[in-house]
């Protein structure tokens, strides 16, 4: 099954081509399908904003089209950056911005979790929508290589998720755990 994923974000292509290729659909970003627009985001929930996403492109190509929105939510911060994740500080500067901002905040008090939604449209128009998430702490400084956005600060045990290979980060991430569900989901429908 052909699938466009409704994004420009190379880490994410990235990853959902390894989650998603070897199960047997083939996957295209919305640049290699030739498609440059980036929807506005006005959603108050990471479903929503998957779906504002995921319509956008269905509206120019009636294929199978994937969306996510994902972020990372801080308890200690009252949940921020939530769905501001992307546009919480600049570029390059959003994990410092959370590490100054627990300054002087426990270990116990660093709880914080990366939630996925994705968004499956398909060519007759149905809506499919899973989550995932996972759970972890806020660390103490930047850790690790790989990656991107808030994984060098993101604690999962004892290492950060920019510690992690590509594999060991999607048998643990929120959206490796939103993809699981979504196969899930289709196997349901008998469409997988
Ligand atoms: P969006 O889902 O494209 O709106 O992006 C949400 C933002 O959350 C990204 O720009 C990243 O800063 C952050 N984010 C989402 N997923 C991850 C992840 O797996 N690791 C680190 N940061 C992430």
């Known amino acids: 099954m052909e699938l466009i994923l409704a994004t420009n974000n ?19 970003s919305q640049g290699e399908a030739g498609i440059n627009i980036e929807a506005e985001e006005t959603g108050k929930t990471f479903s929503e904003n998957a779906y504002i996403k995921a319509k956008a492109i ?10 996510d929105d994902s972020g990372l939510v801080v308890d200690a911060l009252d949940g921020r950056p939530g769905v501001y994740s992307a546009r919480y500080a600049e570029p390059g500067k959003r994990c410092d911005k959370i590490l100054s901002e627990l300054e002087g905040v426990s ?18 128009g149905d809506v499919l929508s899973v989550e995932g998430r996972c759970e972890g702490r806020i660390g103490y400084d930047k850790k690790g290589e790989n990656g991107f956005g808030y994984d060098p600060i993101f604690l999962f045990g004892d290492k950060t998720l920019a510690e992690m290979t590509d594999d060991e980060k999607n048998s643990v991430s929120h959206r490796g755990n939103a993809v699981k569900a979504l196969i899930a989901a289709l196997k349901d429908k008998g469409e997988e």
């Open 58 to 67: 269905y509206d120019i190509k009636k294929t199978y089209v994937l969306a």
């Open 10 to 28: 190379k880490g994410k292509v990235r990853e959902y081509k390894e989650i998603l290729e070897p199960l047997g659909f083939c996957v295209t």
């Open 107 to 124: 270990f116990e008090k660093r709880t914080a979790r990366f939630l996925c939604s994705i968004c499956l449209i398909k060519p007759n």
